[in-house]
């Protein structure tokens, strides 16, 4: 993989030109540079307002961006929007109720949503809703955590039970918060083990959890974890299979549970 410092002028490319990236350890590396348009473009175009689609085809065709500003086609200064976009890709599980809902190299996207709103919280949140999946307001949240996550995974537990919500977690998940002072009101078994009356899988059948956040670990905890997230689409729980979309639903529960829903139109946002 190599870095790349000004992919399109290296590579003279005139226009639009599609770039993937991948970030490890605060190192950026260029997977992929593409002289074509992607599904980035109409949502950068609608988050701040730029027509680039536009301002592409009459570079393509020869004049300058310094005559594109002249002509106040391109702002002078990078826009700074007073708002916040979020995009968020839909993925088509409820059609496929037997795929894990775990995202790998291979998933394919059929679209792409977004969100607009006051703060990162309400964006995402209205991404969510726009993706059909709606964050809940109250009730039961089950987690299960790798063991690589149950530390970063205290805070997300605390922040749930500060937002009003009941924890209910596994075994070694529920050991781990206790441990740390965190109340678990549910103590969750594994599927088919009944020592503890109740598994996952039918909690969530009995509408008992509202949102799951399940991050998959090893070969054993990865196929109970499958069970779950396929039970999640089933009976349509929210299901969340990293912290980070963890910590950014309960910024999306708290933000519009303090500032409610605003709708706005582009051509409001753009005047």
């Known amino acids: 993989m190599v870095h790349c410092n000004g992919c399109a002028a290296s590579l003279e490319v005139i226009g639009l030109i599609n770039v993937q990236y991948a970030v490890k350890n605060e190192e950026v590396y260029v997977l992929e540079a593409n002289p074509r348009a992607s599904r980035t473009v109409p949502f950068v175009a609608k988050a701040t307002g730029v027509a680039l689609a536009q301002i592409a085809v009459r570079v393509t065709m020869g004049?300058?961006?310094?005559?594109?500003?002249?002509?106040?086609?391109?702002?002078?200064?990078?826009?700074?929007?007073?708002?916040?976009?979020?995009?968020?890709?839909?993925?088509?599980?409820?059609r496929f109720p037997g795929?894990?809902?775990?995202?790998?190299?291979?998933?394919r996207s059929t679209?792409?949503?977004?969100?607009?709103?006051?703060?990162?919280?309400?964006?995402?949140?209205?991404?969510?809703?726009?993706?059909?999946?709606r964050l809940p307001d109250s009730g039961q949240v089950f987690m299960s955590l790798a063991d690589r996550d149950k530390v970063a995974g205290l805070s997300l537990a605390r922040q749930f039970l500060e937002l009003g919500f009941h924890i209910a977690a596994?075994?070694?998940?529920?050991?781990?918060?206790?441990?740390?002072?965190?109340?678990?009101?549910?103590?969750?078994?594994?599927?088919?083990?009944?020592?503890l009356g109740e598994d996952a899988?039918?909690?969530?059948?009995?509408?008992?959890?509202?949102?799951?956040?399940?991050?998959?670990?090893?070969?054993?905890?990865?196929?109970?974890?499958?069970?779950?997230?396929?039970?999640?689409?089933?009976?349509?729980?929210?299901?969340?299979?990293?912290?980070s979309a963890g910590f950014a639903a309960a910024?999306?529960?708290?933000?519009?549970?303090?500032?409610?829903?605003?709708?706005h139109s582009l051509q409001e946002l753009h005047r």
């Open 63 to 94: 004049e300058t961006l310094a005559q594109l500003r002249e002509a106040r086609m391109v702002p002078a200064l990078t826009p700074v929007p007073k708002y916040v976009s979020v995009k968020e890709a839909v993925l088509p599980f409820s």
């Open 99 to 107: 795929v894990d809902t775990v995202l790998g190299p291979e998933m």
């Open 111 to 133: 679209g792409e949503v977004m969100g607009i709103g006051e703060s990162f919280g309400i964006a995402f949140a209205k991404a969510q809703l726009a993706a059909g999946t």
């Open 170 to 195: 596994t075994i070694g998940t529920a050991g781990f918060l206790r441990s740390h002072g965190v109340t678990v009101q549910t103590l969750v078994g594994k599927i088919g083990v009944a020592e």
């Open 201 to 243: 899988v039918s909690m969530l059948g009995s509408g008992s959890v509202q949102l799951v956040v399940n991050t998959p670990s090893g070969s054993g905890a990865r196929a109970d974890g499958a069970e779950i997230r396929t039970a999640c689409i089933v009976h349509a729980v929210p299901c969340l299979t990293t912290l």
């Open 251 to 263: 910024l999306g529960i708290g933000d519009t549970r303090a500032r409610g829903w605003r709708v």
